[in-house]
């Protein structure tokens, strides 16, 4: 514990080294006595580290205990399908390995079907990817030339990462990934619980794997219902009825059903007062670049966009947890996003070495394979490559709509995805010109600071 007190007789303290469990109890006791944490501090020491919460009858009628209490978890070689799941959640935190910025050819596949005819169709899209990174690399050292002003570490990098960008999209989904999660206890109970009925095995083994392992870390936090629920072994009056009204739901609502889409569509459900609001107009016009809307502009409405966009990019996009962005279900039907198979063609001679054909002959003879392969759309998923496009829908508020169109607008982001905020952008401006937005329209996508955004250790 770290402690300041003030010259008004104000008491501050730090609690950073104990037991979550623990330190949500501490903070609990506030609400039923009014003692000192520092009292409390002695009785957990008395007690031990995991055992504070168990001495005490908690009946709040509701969760709030478990709000203050947060654990990280660490998940390695799990599919980049499982990835998205766990992060589809608003309050996720957490990262995640870059196949942006990661040469993903050594990494194992997750292949649920399990025969020759599955593997050899993840071979050969990992035989694509692993194969042409030095091709692809020469086109666009021909297509963005180093300039004289820019260091030779950075524009390397920054070719790579680009390399990274095009190859990307000739991924299984079934490629694994790490990803770590870091969030409170509650949310991490409540999101597992539909993870866990999840209609992908995978998906819900990792779910399951999560909540043994907290339930055994955090005994008191209520993470062994499902597994009592399932194993007959504790299971409390209502239970089974919970647990099978969650899977009902986590099964049928896991994918929307989306019409087929086209292009790009903006639907606006605005607070009667946003127009007349002449401040808050005014206050808009003149944001500065940089300024954050404050979170009480999240009354004035909600935007809701429909696109295709492909699965690399969505998982880009769904990063952004302030609002809903589904998670589509990654299949071949709506096809290849052409940007990938652009960036094969040379800028001086549109198909030098044949590689974009090769990319298409490639991605023709895979789709009807795949199709093939399985009845199961869900697991055809670990088959199906990033590049192919999804129907994606998101909604945002205002404050979070601004936030998303600016930062993804910039040339650090992956081109198909900064083409799409550019056509939200557009839309939006229609209706709202009035509106302050501070985005990068300009159509050129190359920015060698790609080759800066790294970790390296200081000197």
């Known amino acids: 514990m770290h402690k300041n007190i003030l010259d008004s007789g104000a008491k501050l303290m730090v609690v950073d080294d104990m037991n979550p469990e623990d330190v949500a109890m501490l903070q609990a006791l506030y609400s039923r006595s009014a003692e000192s944490a ?6 957990v020491k008395a007690t031990g580290s995991g055992k504070f919460m168990s ?16 654990t990280t978890m660490f998940i390695e070689d799990v599919s980049l399908l499982a990835a998205k799941a766990v992060q589809d959640w608003p309050l996720y935190s957490g990262q995640e390995t870059s196949t942006r910025y990661i040469d993903m050819s050594k990494r194992h596949i997750i ?8 593997r050899s169709i993840l071979d050969a899209w990992m ?12 086109i666009l050292v021909r297509r963005y030339p180093k300039r004289p002003d820019e260091k030779d570490e950075t524009y390397t990098r920054a070719i790579k990462a680009r390399t990274f960008d095009v190859l990307r999209g000739f991924l299984p989904a079934g490629i694994t990934t790490q990803l770590s999660w870091h969030t409170n206890l509650r949310q991490a109970g409540d999101h597992l619980v539909g993870l866990a009925q999840h209609p992908s095995a995978e998906i819900a083994d990792v779910a399951r794997g ?21 194993s007959g072994v504790g299971a409390k009056e209502g239970d089974a009825s919970r647990t099978e009204w969650e899977a009902k739901y986590a099964r049928d609502f896991a994918y929307p059903v989306t019409g ?9 459900q605005q607070h009667a007062g946003f127009i007349a ?7 808009l016009k003149t944001r500065p670049r940089g300024c954050v809307l404050p979170h009480f502009m999240t009354d004035f409405g909600q935007f809701t966009f429909t696109f295709l966009l492909d699965f690399g990019s969505f998982r880009d996009i769904q990063r952004h947890r302030n609002g809903v962005c589904r998670m589509p279900l990654l299949d071949t039907s709506y096809g290849f996003e052409p940007w990938y198979l652009e960036q094969l063609g040379d800028p001086d001679n549109d198909n030098v070495g044949g590689l974009r054909d090769e990319a298409v002959k490639l991605i023709h003879e895979l789709s009807p394979r795949i199709m093939k392969l399985t009845s199961d759309e869900v697991v055809r998923q670990y088959y199906t490559a990033l590049g192919y496009r999804v129907a994606c829908q998101v909604a945002y508020a205002l404050p979070a709509l601004v936030y998303v169109m600016e930062l993804r607008s910039g040339k650090t982001i992956h081109p198909t995805l900064r083409r799409q905020i550019h056509v939200m952008v557009r839309l939006f401006q229609q209706h709202y010109p009035e509106i302050a937005l501070h985005v990068d329209l300009d159509p050129d996508d190359w920015d060698v600071r790609r080759g800066d955004q790294t970790i390296t250790k200081k000197s």
């Open 55 to 70: 001495q005490f009858y908690v009946n709040y009628g509701h969760k709030s205990i478990a709000d203050t209490g947060s």
């Open 260 to 268: 087929r889409l086209h292009d790009t569509r903006m639907v606006m």
């Open 111 to 118: 292949d649920p079907v399990g025969t020759s005819e599955s």
């Open 38 to 43: 520092e009292t409390h501090l002695d009785k």
């Open 277 to 283: 609001g002449t401040r808050w107009i005014e206050a």
């Open 210 to 230: 999560l909540q043994t392992l907290l339930a055994a870390q955090y005994p008191s936090s209520g993470f062994d219902r499902h597994i009592a629920t399932v």
């Open 127 to 138: 035989n694509f990817y692993r194969t042409n990174q030095e091709r692809v690399q020469s």
